[in-house]
């Protein structure tokens, strides 16, 4: 067991939930905290954890903290901005940041700067593998920081991930986690219009299916969707439309900031953004699939 910390993990959400409640089965002393104050309550009474309504107190109790949010704007409203006392007012010199959302690069560098005239390190730690990895810590976690820093806090991430990548400086973990989701949305697209294609000229969707997880067309989104949770209507991976449609563009806007022609990075954002905006960003992002198909019919 890693030596136990001080954490206090902000944004019990689907991912949030099991990954701060397995920092607490890893040993550490974790106080939490969400916009819905009852959900932070259940959590701490279901696991042996502390709670609290106060960004103030979490700063008292903190030597690190976890962000688990769902875009930057939320992230730099926690930490510099939250009416009643931003949490990087009241933390220690010191106290590391750890900023697991899918965010922005970009606003990341540039909240780091911010902290660092504070005294605080920022890490960007975003994850990968979905609610099921979440719940029995075997997540894959992009780490960007500075060296030492991110020494100081990869035992505290494995306690909730597997393969611990350090993928470069400040920015880096949220560019490769962006980018990571890029291809999966992209792979998913594909995948859909060509089951669209060959059911309409004839093809079962599902015989499609085992002929592409036995060929080269094989992919994530062939292996552990398209029958789990397209084909079967359950459309329950966990993950939400409009955060898969908003890591998507941030690989876009990301390639257009540095300079880089991306064609392909604008189609795939442009074809999640019209399924997030004609199902609503808090459906199930599998169902976007239904959305294409009925635009083809």
């Known amino acids: 067991m890693s030596e136990t910390r001080r954490i206090g993990f902000i944004g019990l959400g689907n991912m949030g939930t099991p990954m701060a409640a397995n920092l607490v089965g890893g040993g550490h002393a974790v ?20 709670a609290t309504e106060s960004l103030a107190e979490l700063a008292a109790h ?28 009241n933390l220690r010199r010191g106290t590391i940041v750890i900023d697991m959302s899918s965010a922005d690069p970009v606003a990341t560098r540039a909240l780091g700067g911010d902290l660092a005239r504070r005294g605080i390190a920022l890490v960007d730690a975003p994850v990968s593998g ?3 990895r979440a719940k029995d810590g075997t997540l894959a976690i992009m780490i960007g920081g500075d060296a030492a820093t991110v020494a100081a806090v990869k035992p505290v991430l494995a306690a909730m991930g597997k393969n611990l990548f350090e993928v470069g400086p400040l920015g880096c973990g949220h560019a490769m986690k ?23 000229f004839g093809l079962d969707p599902a015989v499609m299916t085992d002929v592409i997880n036995s060929s080269t067309g094989r992919s994530f989104v ?19 439309l409009g955060l898969l449609a908003k890591d998507v563009k941030i690989a876009a806007d990301l390639a257009e900031q540095i300079g880089i022609d991306a064609p392909v990075g604008r189609l795939v954002s442009q074809l999640w953004s019209e ?3 004609a199902l609503g960003g808090e459906q199930d992002h599998s169902r976007a699939w239904a959305h294409w198909a009925a635009k083809s019919e």
């Open 31 to 50: 106080m939490a905290y969400d916009i819905a104050a009852d959900r932070a309550r259940q959590f701490a009474q279901a696991h042996s954890a502390r």
């Open 130 to 132: 979905g609610v099921p």
């Open 222 to 240: 062939s292996e552990s969707l398209i029958k789990q949770h397209v084909l079967s209507g359950v459309f329950g991976t966990g993950f939400a």
């Open 62 to 89: 903190a030597e690190i903290v976890i962000t688990m949010l769902p875009t930057s704007r939320e992230v730099r409203e926690a930490l510099t901005e939250a009416q009643g006392g931003a949490l990087a007012e």
């Open 275 to 277: 399924a997030r905006d």
């Open 178 to 200: 962006a980018l990571n989701n890029f291809l999966a949305a992209t792979s998913s697209a594909a995948a859909s219009e060509a089951i669209v294609i060959g059911r309409k």
